[in-house]
């Protein structure tokens, strides 16, 4: 049995996705049905997306987590960090850029104890509409401080010879069809988007 962990905050979690649970529950029917019908092996999928967590979060929880349901074969880590931590309240950002990276990086050398197949998502491109905006929480989020911590993610994965999945360019160009009204999280579409582009890369585990 292989076992894939995706790390995240509420996008991971499926927020705004009434109808499907997000991406991550999406798979683990796909992969359900794949091995009861037996054309594929058993893998274990967890949705360990927590709403509202930052990378000081995940650096806090994430050996312990693995730890307890890391198998003896094949498995892959997905980390998809950032949307939170790139928000500004009363001024602030919830984790500076620096700080941010430093995390991240750390978080990867603890999961780079269990696996080799580590991923790191992008942060999705916001919506027009709340760029730079004031939401009805207070935060202000900017798309120009995602392409800033998006580059320190890429950075990160060039220099642990890891995965970096782009999803922000994928999203770009038709982020409003993808993106949920606040502007942050995807909608229905946008979660099975996100689905069919991480289908691929669990192949190799699956069959």
Sequence with gaps: ???????????????????????????????????????????????????????????????????????DRHDAVFLFYGANDLAQKEGRYLVPVKDFALHISAVVDIALKFTKNIYIISILPLGDHIDGKITPNGKIRRESDVSDYNSHLKRISTLKNIRYLDLHDLFSGSKEKLLSSDGVHPNGKGYWFIADYLCPLLHELWY
Aim: aromatic share 12%; net charge negative; hydrophobic share 40%.
């Design 1 to 71: 049995m292989s076992t894939v962990l995706f790390f995240g905050d509420s996008i991971t979690y499926g927020e705004y996705d009434g109808v499907f649970g997000g991406f991550a529950d999406i798979l683990k029917r796909f992969s359900l049905a794949e091995f009861t019908s037996e054309k594929a092996k058993e893998v274990t999928i967890y949705n360990l997306g927590i709403p509202g967590e930052t990378s000081e979060g995940i650096l806090k929880r994430i050996e312990p987590e693995i730890q307890a349901r890391i198998s």
